[in-house]
């Protein structure tokens, strides 16, 4: 596997204390996956070996990206070749190239439903609270939500950065989720 940058590495621990409390683990839905980094190690270290992943994703990077000059490059041949190295043979990869609105709204009209989501996309507030609230409805009960990057500053002022979106979905949808885990990344489990 070939991989321009390392954003996963430092959550590692995370994604494992997730993976040991989370009861099912055959369906997962990726909002944002860059060159699949977190898909591959969810591939080979959390998702049943006859699970599925969905991946949805522009491929053409972010405003964070931009900023940081990143060649990105065949990054949708990229994230392929990856992930078609991780997965086993019976598991199945649906990658979306879409905007996360769109990928979404087509996964709410096929009325999938997943054991975990982990929210990674555009980090701007606004598209993270949509992210959020779209895929609440697709969660099971009792799978888990994870957001990443929620103590994340790289970006100037509240609105380009997810905690703002994160900590008002927790106090929105606080009747019907438990808050399991909080640092760096944010989980939450339906009720």
Same mark, same amino acid.
């Given at each position: 596997?070939?991989?321009?940058?390392?954003? $996963?590495?430092?959550?590692?621990?995370? $994604?494992?204390?997730? &993976?040991?409390?989370?009861? *099912?683990?055959?369906?997962?839905?990726?909002?944002?996956?860059?060159?699949?980094?977190?898909?591959?190690?969810?591939?080979?270290?959390?998702?049943?070996?006859?699970?599925?992943?969905?991946?949805?994703?522009? $491929?053409?990077?972010?405003?964070?990206?931009?900023?940081?000059?990143?060649?990105?490059?065949?990054?949708?041949?990229?994230?392929?070749?990856?992930?078609?190295?991780?997965?086993?043979?019976?598991?199945?990869?649906?990658?979306? *190239?879409?905007?996360?609105?769109?990928?979404?709204?087509?996964?709410?009209?096929?009325?999938?439903?997943?054991?975990?989501?982990?929210?990674?996309?555009?980090?701007?507030?606004?598209?993270?609270?949509?992210?959020?609230? &779209?895929? $609440?409805?697709?969660?099971?009960?009792?799978?888990?939500?994870?957001?990443?990057?929620?103590?994340?500053?790289?970006?100037?002022?509240?609105?380009?950065?997810?905690?703002?979106?994160?900590?008002?979905?927790?106090?929105?949808?606080?009747?019907?989720?438990?808050?399991?885990?909080?640092?760096?990344?944010?989980?939450?489990?339906?009720?």
């Amino acid at each position: 596997m070939k991989f321009s940058q390392d954003w $996963f590495t430092h959550n590692i621990p995370t $994604f494992q204390f997730i &993976m040991d409390v989370l009861p *099912q683990k055959q369906d997962f839905l990726e909002i944002g996956c860059f060159e699949g980094r977190a898909s591959c190690w969810m591939l080979q270290n959390g998702l049943d070996p006859d699970g599925g992943l969905v991946c949805i994703d522009t $491929f053409e990077g972010s405003e964070e990206h931009a900023k940081m000059g990143l060649q990105l490059n065949d990054l949708w041949k990229t994230f392929e070749t990856n992930v078609h190295e991780a997965k086993v043979a019976d598991q199945v990869v649906e990658a979306i *190239q879409a905007m996360s609105y769109n990928g979404l709204a087509r996964l709410i009209a096929r009325g999938d439903k997943f054991d975990f989501i982990y929210i990674d996309g555009s980090h701007t507030a606004p598209d993270v609270m949509t992210d959020a609230c &779209m895929a $609440f409805g697709l969660l099971k009960q009792g799978g888990i939500m994870l957001f990443d990057d929620y103590l994340w500053r790289d970006m100037p002022g509240i609105l380009h950065r997810p905690k703002l979106a994160v900590d008002l979905f927790v106090t929105l949808f606080n009747e019907k989720c438990d808050l399991i885990m909080i640092g760096y990344q944010l989980a939450v489990k339906k009720l």
